[in-house]
Nanobody, 120 residues
Framework: VQLQASGGGLVQAGGSQRLSCAASGSISSSYRMGWYRQAPGKQRELVAGFTNIGTTNYADSVKGRFTISRDNVKNTVDLQMNSLKPEDTAVYYC???????????????WGQGTLVTVSS
C-alpha cells in the first residue's frame, strides 16, 4: 500500500494551494482518508478527515478555509487550502485508516508528507 501526496510548495499568505493524495495497492474500501500536518517543533495534528459515517472533521484552525474532498473510484483525497496563513506552514501527510480508528490516532497508512510553506 502506498499513499503518494503532491501539491506542496511555497505560497504567500492569503493565497491558495491544493494538495492531492493517491492511494495504491490493496486498501479496503471501508478505509477513511484524511490529512494531517506537523509543524516544526509540534506534534502531528489532524487537519481534515472523513469519519466512519462519511462526515468530515476539520481542525478549528482551518474551518472555513480548507476543504477536503475525495474520489472513491480513483481512491484519492484532496485538500483545498484557501486564505493560507504563515501558521499553516507544515509538512502535510495523507492518511488512510480503518473505520474503527479514531481520527486523533496514528493508525493506518501514511504518505511521505509534502511541505507547505506560507510566507508572510
Amino acid at each position: 500500500v502506498q499513499l503518494q501526496a503532491s501539491g506542496g510548495g511555497l505560497v504567500q499568505a492569503g493565497g491558495s494551494q491544493r494538495l492531492s493524495c493517491a492511494a495504491s495497492g490493496s486498501i479496503s474500501s471501508s478505509y477513511r482518508m484524511g490529512w494531517y500536518r506537523q509543524a516544526p517543533g509540534k506534534q502531528r495534528e489532524l487537519v481534515a478527515g472523513f469519519t466512519n459515517i462519511g462526515t468530515t472533521n476539520y481542525a478549528d484552525s482551518v474551518k472555513g478555509r480548507f476543504t477536503i474532498s475525495r474520489d472513491n473510484v480513483k481512491n484519492t483525497v484532496d485538500l483545498q487550502m484557501n486564505s493560507l496563513k504563515p501558521e499553516d506552514t507544515a509538512v502535510y501527510y495523507c492518511n488512510s485508516r480503518p473505520p474503527w480508528a479514531p481520527l486523533n490516532s496514528d493508525y493506518g497508512y501514511w504518505g511521505q508528507g509534502t511541505l507547505v510553506t506560507v510566507s508572510s
